[in-house]
């Protein structure tokens, strides 16, 4: 199952990063949220941080520091967390931080496999790779996400959920690599010419969309509409 995941965190004062919050949804192939894993974490008593670090949203400065351990904290969201479960990370920083949390306060558990989400919406969004957050892309898609605060990790999970089923994205896109790899995995510039696509191998037609035309090597034949791919 795929987890969308964030995590927010700090640095003591000889800059070693520790974690304040971690959030995640486990979701069905439609989106929608089936279980969720949220939770503050106390930061290192060494230094007394501002209170408007960005890190510290979603709860008082006192709830912070009255919450779990991070080892606690870890070890709740691999119990929580099943072993085949796909991590899903909108920004590779955020995945390398949670590898390297796990490592000191994982308890020895290997990092569940992950995905960077934003190589592969950007790709399907035909956007230059920058750092456009899912807030900038729900505004965009004009969801409503007034409620929610940025770097509020259960929050910020939520808006990517959001924006992922707005965009009906397709979870099958997912096995294939991303843009940032040398493969770009939809849309393709070679089928943006064609509604449908015969395949001679297979006998089958497929959609412009279709995840099986990432494989370039598949000599197609394109068709403006299905009518006319159907008489071939």
Known sequence: MYVICDIEWVTNLKCKPFP???????????WNIISSFSS????????????NNV??????YSDFYSAKSAQEVFKSFY?????????????????????SFSTAYGQGREPNESVILCDYILSYLKEEFCLINQYTLADRFQIDITRFEKHYAI???????????ELKYPQDLLQFSSRLSGIL???IE????????YDP???????????????VSIKTIGYPNFEKAIRK
């Open 155 to 165: 929050h910020d999970a939520i808006v990517i959920c959001y924006v992922l089923r």
């Open 201 to 215: 191998r297979t006998n089958l037609i497929h959609d412009n969309k279709c995840c099986e035309l990432i494989d």
């Open 185 to 187: 995995p939809y849309p």
């Open 190 to 197: 070679r089928f943006s010419n064609f509604q449908y696509y």
């Open 79 to 99: 119990q929580w967390l099943d072993e085949d479960d796909i991590l899903l990370w909108w920004f590779e920083n955020s995945d390398k931080m949670f590898r």
């Open 20 to 30: 304040t919050q971690i959030a995640a949804i486990k979701v069905n192939k439609k």
């Open 55 to 60: 890190a510290f949203t979603g709860g008082d």
């Open 40 to 51: 503050l974490i106390c930061p290192p008593m060494e230094r007394k941080y501002t209170k």
